[in-house]
């Protein structure tokens, strides 16, 4: 059993490290287990197709992620009772997991936020596979953002959450364009700056929308 499971931990890390070099479509079966230097069949044994292997992929650290913002998310609300969750504290609840683990998890880490990037602006995967994985999360946060703002319109704080979700994107893309832009000033591998400045920054755009806007008769 542990041989196993140590075959199919190998092959994942493989094909994560290349689908987020290479993205799905330009990684095949074989190259994956090229990288993790088992036999071809081994993968089809474990997993099936590569559909499956991405699946797995994504779940494993999925799971960890959910449960440790969820986890957060519970902890802010339980100090807040009988109030709803400060706002400041339910976005850091729904963001410092993912800073910390790409900060401070490792390669690992890295390459999976590296995909996530990739599918959430990819138009065929990224719908399929946001909502599979992280959309039940995300509604659970949303309800504790309605309830500490119950004044809110809900079309905009869905509309705030698609803003902090590009935010999350472009942080993890690795593109160094913050860092070109600055002169240096500022460095895309700070995660520590990154959270510093935008659990303030997300919040005051959720707070932007708290009460609902006048409307003309």
């Given at each position: 059993m542990t041989n196993k499971k140590n075959t199919k931990d190998l092959i994942l890390d493989a094909a994560e490290k290349l689908f987020a070099v290479r993205g799905f479509y330009g990684v095949s079966i074989r190259q994956i287990t090229a990288e993790a230097d088992v036999d071809p069949a081994l993968a089809s044994y474990h997993f099936g197709k590569k559909n499956d292997i991405f699946d797995a992929v994504m779940l494993r650290r999925a799971e960890i992620l959910n449960r440790e913002r969820i986890q957060m998310l519970d902890d802010c609300i339980r100090r807040a009772q009988p109030n709803p969750a400060p706002l400041h504290e339910i976005i850091d609840a729904f963001t410092h997991a993912l800073l910390n683990r790409s900060n401070k998890g490792g390669t690992g880490w890295k390459s999976?936020?590296?995909?996530?990037?990739?599918?959430?602006?990819?138009?065929?995967?990224?719908?399929?596979?946001?909502?599979?994985?992280?959309?039940?999360?995300a509604?659970?946060?949303?309800d504790a953002i309605h309830a500490t703002m119950p004044a809110a319109e809900k079309e905009d704080l869905f509309w705030c959450y698609h803003f902090l979700s590009g935010a999350?994107?472009?942080?993890?893309?690795?593109?160094?364009?913050?860092?070109?832009?600055?002169?240096?000033?500022?460095?895309?591998?700070?995660?520590?700056a990154v959270h510093e400045r935008l659990v303030p920054f997300i919040t005051a755009g959720f707070e932007a929308f708290k009460q609902q806007p006048n409307k003309t008769p």
């Open positions: 999976y936020f590296a995909i996530i990037a990739q599918i959430n602006n990819h138009p065929e995967l990224g719908g399929v596979i946001m909502t599979q994985y992280f959309d039940p999360l509604k659970k946060f949303l999350l994107t472009l942080t993890f893309s690795g593109t160094e364009r913050i860092s070109n832009l600055s002169d240096g000033l500022c460095q895309s591998s700070n995660l520590d």
